[in-house]
């Protein structure tokens, strides 16, 4: 199983990020997917949860109204859209799943919200 994050980077307070996560070794089309963050000197916790057809899908209250999760399962792939950012949104960004009641997550995407 590998999960493989990508897109975050350093941006304006304000402004839009878009993160991918590409999985292998599982059939990705039946399995939720969860995306989480941890910001420096925190726990880490759930920023949006997507179930396996899409449809089901659970966000944090804090990114409420401006992030948004989606899932393409023809390409094994689950999105994390970001709009208005906001310092606080400050954290590696990490997808993950749980597969065979194991919990797989990738190796993490930095977002950066400064001026």
């Known amino acids: 199983v590998q999960l493989v994050e990508s897109g975050g980077g350093l941006v304006q307070p304000g402004g839009s990020l878009r993160l991918s996560c590409t999985v292998s070794?599982?059939?990705?089309?039946?399995?939720?997917m969860n995306w989480d963050r941890q910001a420096p000197g925190k726990e880490r916790e759930p920023v949006a949860t997507?179930?396996?057809?899409?449809?089901?899908?659970v966000y944090a209250d804090s990114v409420k109204g401006r992030f948004t999760i989606s899932r393409d399962n023809a390409k094994n792939t689950v999105y994390l859209q970001m709009n208005n950012l906001k310092p606080e949104d400050t954290a590696v960004y990490y997808c993950?799943?749980?597969?065979?009641?194991?919990?797989?997550w990738g190796q993490g995407t930095q977002v950066t919200v400064s001026s």
């Open positions: 997507i179930g396996s057809a899409g449809v089901s899908i």
């Open positions: 993950l799943t749980n597969y065979m009641g194991v919990n797989y």
């Open positions: 070794g599982f059939t990705f089309s039946m399995y939720p």
